[in-house]
């Protein structure tokens, strides 16, 4: 079964601090996705990556890196974690143009920052 | 830039019809998803469409008109645990997937 997992589902944080955000994907897919969602404001892309090490600035990229070293791992860094960084994210994987778009969401990782 | 703009609300009574549109801007359009989300839970994908016209999956049906830039997800035969927040997503030919703000659907018994 397709399965996409994020390492954490709840951090508290402190301002200033260096968060992690890790997600793993087995489903051997080249596309994977970092969004943050936030009531009212839908999901927002932050960053995606099509292959490992590639990268791509999604609408919401300030703040946030991101790494790829292998194809199953994607991992957000927010360097420098601020009050307006709370928020809900969530990671995805696809197969992009060789499937139907299909996005397969990890369970989300709450974010609050103090 | 690129925008997707969807209702915020909609309301609809049981076992009836709903239609959830979906209008979109962007450079280097590839396709147009539906996903939907309980509260507390992950998006789930519902359909996806590449071409023009109408794509049925059970009680779901997606629509798509890339002429006009518009889509809709259409729900019949509603049931309560319909009740959930709908996402329209397009997909950019350069892999890059971006969603709307979704559309809070309020089923009434």
């Known amino acids: ?114 | 830039g690129q925008s997707l703009e969807q209702p915020s609300e909609v309301t609809a009574v049981e076992g009836a019809i709903v239609q959830i549109n979906c209008t979109y801007q962007t450079s280097g359009f590839y396709g147009l998803s539906w996903y939907q989300q309980h509260d507390g839970g992950a998006p789930t994908f519902l359909s996806y469409n590449a071409l023009d016209g109408l794509e049925e999956t059970g009680r779901f049906s997606s629509f798509l008109s890339r002429s006009d830039s518009y889509g809709y997800l259409l729900l019949q035969e509603l049931q309560m645990k319909d009740s959930a927040s709908y996402f329209c997503a397009v997909m950019n030919r350069d892999d890059k997937i971006i969603f709307g703000k979704g559309t809070r659907l309020h089923i009434l018994p």
């Open chain 1, 1 to 114: 079964d397709v399965k996409v997992t994020q390492s954490s589902r709840y951090l508290v944080k402190r301002t200033g601090e260096k968060v992690f955000l890790e997600c793993v994907q087995d489903m051997d897919h080249e596309n994977m996705f970092w969004y943050r969602q936030d009531p009212g404001l839908g999901l927002r892309l932050i960053y995606f990556s099509y292959d490992v090490k590639m990268k791509e600035k999604g609408d919401i990229p300030e703040g946030y890196s991101v790494s790829r070293e292998k194809k199953e791992r994607f991992s957000l860094i927010l360097e420098s974690a601020s009050t307006n960084q709370t928020s809900m994210y969530l990671c995805a994987s696809s197969l992009g143009w060789s499937g139907n778009g299909e996005l397969f969401f990890g369970e989300g990782s709450r974010l609050t920052v103090l």
